[in-house]
């Protein structure tokens, strides 16, 4: 079959799914087409609750609601090949479809390590197909003992949701020193650290999996130090690579990462193919370096970017890189990082200077529900603009990251910090005597 369309959209994540939704807001009179090799895929930030807090692994199903409502064609196949000079696709199921404007959004995929033994039956990758996470969470709730690779947001956000199964050890496993390492400094990934021990997680740190035991199925798994464990199974939380083969395949270049090339607008070397997502190339907010940040918020953005500027600019932006805002939760514990972390800015030579503050996000602090926050601000110690933050507390940390996040884009300085004005309520929010973003800058002041 061969058809032509005006937009056409590949991948069916989150960013496949809003690049096509804003084309429709934009283009209303265009044809749109997305296509997916996933029938049902999943929510990715809500995967690891599957496993335990949604009574079915069905409720965290990524929809096609909004690309119904905006009559916006779906196709369940897989673009096997771009041939740029006649502008069309061809799939797996022998079709052919041209195209004005191209959109790939094809993702990522999980980070296999060469680890001997990694292929065997109860090893899980993290993959994004609702039906192959159904066979893991069974997989998972069969066994005894579980062993979780890797101490990022991933990993310890599985870590966590798996203490909650009945009957089942938890082992967490992170090569580097601390959990977290790259995205916080130390006192604040201590406080996840400590979370998971008292779930009763075991954690692993300064740990290399050298190998994975078993016939078929894994039953042990060798550390670099010559200890071995007995597990039932294993779930990677390592990361995930660009997914560029269709793209590279196809003459468009990478960046000097692992992501595609683009531009400001999101358009790759060819004026009319955009990347998008996970499968795009981030560039350092700071420092214009290729970083491998992977979130859906980052991927919804350019998306949108990319939706709003596919026949003409409408949407002027400067490019001013990524950020990396991010935030997990470990059993009622918010950890929120934006920028640079205080060790990470000392290793890209930056002179910096850091501001603390502790608080308590209600007031008075006798009210139910009161949390304990912790905040952590960087600027640069000469022009005094904010290069960093983390926060540490209750749900309301979740925004408050938001904020720190909003304050480095626009590159607000310590002394507007310090005069931050802020709705405050004794419900909502810390006290404005005791604010703990403007006691942190403050702190960073006095230094």
């Not at 933050?389 to 996040?405: D, K, R, Y």
Request: aromatic content about 6%.
């Amino acid at each position: 079959m061969e058809k032509r369309v005006d937009v056409l959209v590949i991948g069916g994540g989150p960013a496949g799914i809003i690049s096509a939704v804003t084309a429709r807001k934009y283009y209303p009179n265009k044809k749109i087409l997305l296509i997916k090799s996933i029938g049902k895929g999943a929510i990715p930030c809500g995967i690891p609750y599957m496993f335990a807090s949604l009574k079915n692994p069905d409720e965290n199903a990524l929809g096609n609601a909004s690309l119904e409502k905006n009559k916006i064609d779906v196709v369940v196949d897989e673009a096997v090949k771009i041939e740029r000079d006649q502008k069309l696709i061809r799939t797996k199921n022998k079709d052919v479809y041209y195209y004005e404007k191209l959109i790939l959004a094809t993702g990522s995929t999980p980070i296999l390590p060469p680890i001997t033994g990694i292929d065997k039956e109860n090893i899980y990758p993290v993959y994004k197909d609702m039906e192959y996470l159904k066979k893991a969470i069974e997989g998972v709730k069969r066994s005894k003992n579980v062993l979780v690779l890797g101490g990022g947001f991933i990993g310890i956000e599985f870590a966590d949701e798996l203490s909650k199964i009945k009957n089942l050890n938890v082992y967490l496993v992170e090569m580097l020193p601390n959990l977290l390492a790259n995205s916080f400094d130390r006192e604040f990934s201590q406080l996840a650290e400590e979370k998971l021990h008292s779930k009763g997680v075991k954690i692993l740190t300064n740990t290399r999996v050298e190998e994975f035991i078993g016939n078929k199925k894994v039953k042990k798994v060798r550390f670099s130090n010559g200890e071995e464990l007995d597990i039932d199974c294993a779930v990677l939380g390592i990361g995930a690579i660009p997914d560029t083969k269709l793209a590279q395949d196809a003459g468009l270049d990478l960046g000097k990462g692992k992501g595609l090339w683009v531009d400001e607008y999101m358009r790759t070397v060819d004026a009319d193919i955009f990347a998008i997502g996970d499968c795009a190339g981030k560039r350092d907010f700071f420092t214009r370096k290729d970083i491998p940040v992977m979130l859906a918020s980052i991927a919804t953005a350019e998306a949108r970017i990319a939706g709003a500027n596919l026949y003409q600019l409408k949407v002027v932006r400067e490019n001013k890189g990524t950020i990396g805002i991010f935030a997990t939760y470990v059993d009622g514990l918010v950890l929120g990082s934006a920028g640079l972390t205080e060790n990470s800015a000392k290793k890209e030579g930056f002179e910096v200077i850091s501001g603390n503050a502790e608080g308590i996000d209600k007031h008075p602090k006798s009210l139910p529900g009161a949390n304990k926050i912790k905040v952590k601000l960087i600027f640069s110690k000469h022009s005094g603009v904010v290069m960093g933050g983390q926060v540490a507390g209750g749900t309301s940390c979740g925004e408050l990251i938001n904020t720190i996040g909003v304050a480095i884009q626009e590159r607000i300085s310590l002394s507007e910090l310090e005069t931050l004005q802020m709705a405050t309520h004794p419900y909502l929010t810390s006290a404005p005597t005791m604010y703990p973003l403007v006691l942190a800058a403050q702190n960073a002041g006095e230094k």
